[in-house]
């Protein structure tokens, strides 16, 4: 086999639900439960997780509202996670809507949202003011969603069971911040073993081409609906996969459709993990692995509108 659940530990991140509580008060509520909290910097990270003993928890050093408990913490029975206060949310999925970080009384549209972890995100980056479209065209997922909106007490957000490439970009004027997390392969779950060459030539490996060039053609289609808003200014563009393929390859094909009109933001730059491979702009997106973060394998891009059109060339 060439792919195998990732073995590195990652740690039991939970984002605190900011619409209900506040950072302090849940470290409190955790210190009265006989948890310790201990102290980091972002240089210190890793050497701090990997040392983490069980019921000693840090607070985020790049997102504030994320605690970071030892590996194997289960607080899915915890009345806390039933309630709503917390989410139980990898650290590299709280990156997209952190980067995209529409202010309160925005209007948002989350492009490919369920289960809502994201967009949950987003109403409480906001404050629960101003507007978030989540649209999902799976029956499924769409009503997972709907239960954690609820749940978040997310109040500023709309859901729409529809297909995001059915609906009509002129028909939101209003919207200026969308966050594109599309259908992936979930690679980031994976750590690659064995010879990759060896994998590619064999049948498995085939089908597996197949497969990455059908998800990347829809992620690209994705993304350009989400560009053809007339009033974006910001779209955050995300994938769990480790394949440059899902990642730089369709941020660099997109960008050559749009670039008189958009043009990459150099992401959260104390960020050291950056994007990988031949496109010259790979290191304005940030990259998330088990290895290197601590987390699931993820990437992140965001494309801004310009400020003046380019002109363009020849
Ligand atoms: N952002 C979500 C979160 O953080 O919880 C995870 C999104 S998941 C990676 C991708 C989602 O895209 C799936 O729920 C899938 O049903 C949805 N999807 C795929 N194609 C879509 C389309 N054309 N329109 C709307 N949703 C779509």
Not at 98 to 122: E, I
Not at 260 to 282: C, I, K, M, T, V
Not at 300 to 306: L, N, Q
Request: glycine share 6%; proline share 4%.
């Amino acid at each position: 086999r060439y792919r195998i659940q990732c073995t590195i530990t990652i740690p039991r991140y939970v984002r605190v639900n900011t619409l209900k509580v506040s950072v302090k008060e849940v470290i409190g509520y955790f210190a009265r439960e006989d948890f310790t909290q201990v102290t980091t910097s972002s240089a210190r990270f890793m050497e701090t997780v990997s040392s983490l003993k069980p019921r000693h928890f840090f607070q985020d050093p790049h997102i504030p509202e994320l605690l970071v408990f030892a590996a194997g913490t289960d607080l899915h029975d915890h009345t806390y996670y039933k309630t709503g206060l917390i989410i139980l949310q990898d650290k590299a999925s709280c990156i997209p809507a952190f980067a995209l970080q529409p202010p309160p009384g925005s209007h948002v549209v989350d492009c490919c949202a369920a289960p809502g972890n994201k967009t949950t995100h987003l109403a409480a980056i906001m404050q629960n003011q101003g507007r978030v479209i989540a649209f999902d065209r799976d029956m499924k997922r769409f009503s997972t969603m709907n239960t954690l909106i609820i749940r978040a007490g997310a109040s500023c957000i709309r859901s729409e069971l529809k297909d995001f490439l059915k609906v009509d970009p002129n028909a939101h004027k209003d919207v200026r911040y969308l966050l594109v997390d599309p259908s992936c392969s979930g690679s980031g779950d994976f750590c690659i073993v064995g010879r990759l060459d060896d994998f590619i030539e064999s049948e498995g490996g085939k089908q597996e081409k197949s497969r990455l060039e059908k998800l990347s053609n829809f992620q690209a289609q994705i993304l350009k609906h989400a560009l053809a808003f007339p009033n974006a200014e910001r779209v955050v563009y995300s994938t769990c996969s480790i394949h440059e393929q899902e990642n730089e390859s369709v941020v660099r094909d997109v960008l050559s459709q749009v670039e008189e009109d958009f043009e990459l933001e150099e992401l959260l730059p104390n960020f050291q993990h950056r994007g990988e491979g031949s496109f010259s702009e790979a290191a304005k997106c940030v990259r998330m692995s088990a290895e290197i973060d601590a987390t699931h394998g993820f990437f992140v891009a965001c494309f801004v509108r310009r400020k003046e059109r380019k002109p363009k060339e020849g």
